[in-house]
């Protein structure tokens, strides 16, 4: 069994950081949403940033399912949700709380 290619970089970022794959999965998350909120200039509380926490997670585990059928036969469907989980958790709690205005008030908002 050979390992593909994405799987050879994500092994070499696992060794080169130290970091469990599901560390990895709940960073990439939180970085692709705060990246996406400025590249985008959209606010955290738009769902624009978390929809592209969702094709970015989405798109990973097509990869994964991909290599788990071609080297195991079969679908890993439940590590599979399992990491889409671990990367949408933190930008889905930042969007909740931007939404509904825990936090990330912008200063026009606040009641002075």
Same mark, same amino acid.
């Given at each position: 069994m050979?390992?593909?290619?994405?799987?050879?970089i !994500? *092994? %070499?970022? /696992?060794?080169a950081?130290g970091?469990? !794959? +599901? %560390?990895? =999965? @709940?960073y990439v998350?939180?970085a /692709?949403? *705060? /990246?996406?909120? @400025? &590249?985008l $200039?959209k606010p955290?509380?738009?769902y624009v940033?978390?929809l &592209? /926490?969702v094709c970015?997670?989405i798109?990973?585990?097509? *990869?994964d399912m $991909? +290599?788990d059928i071609?080297s195991?036969?079969?679908?890993?469907?439940?590590a599979?949700?399992h +990491?889409i989980?671990?990367?949408? #958790?933190?930008p889905?709690?930042?969007l909740?709380? %931007? !939404?509904?205005g825990i #936090?990330? =008030?912008?200063s026009? +908002?606040r009641n %002075?």
């Amino acid at each position: 069994m050979e390992t593909s290619a994405i799987q050879s970089i !994500k *092994l %070499a970022i /696992v060794a080169a950081t130290g970091l469990s !794959k +599901d %560390a990895l =999965h @709940i960073y990439v998350g939180l970085a /692709v949403f *705060l /990246v996406a909120a @400025i &590249v985008l $200039r959209k606010p955290l509380r738009s769902y624009v940033p978390w929809l &592209v /926490v969702v094709c970015v997670a989405i798109t990973g585990e097509l *990869l994964d399912m $991909r +290599d788990d059928i071609a080297s195991l036969g079969y679908w890993r469907w439940g590590a599979s949700l399992h +990491d889409i989980l671990n990367t949408l #958790f933190w930008p889905s709690v930042f969007l909740l709380l %931007a !939404k509904f205005g825990i #936090f990330f =008030h912008a200063s026009s +908002d606040r009641n %002075a």
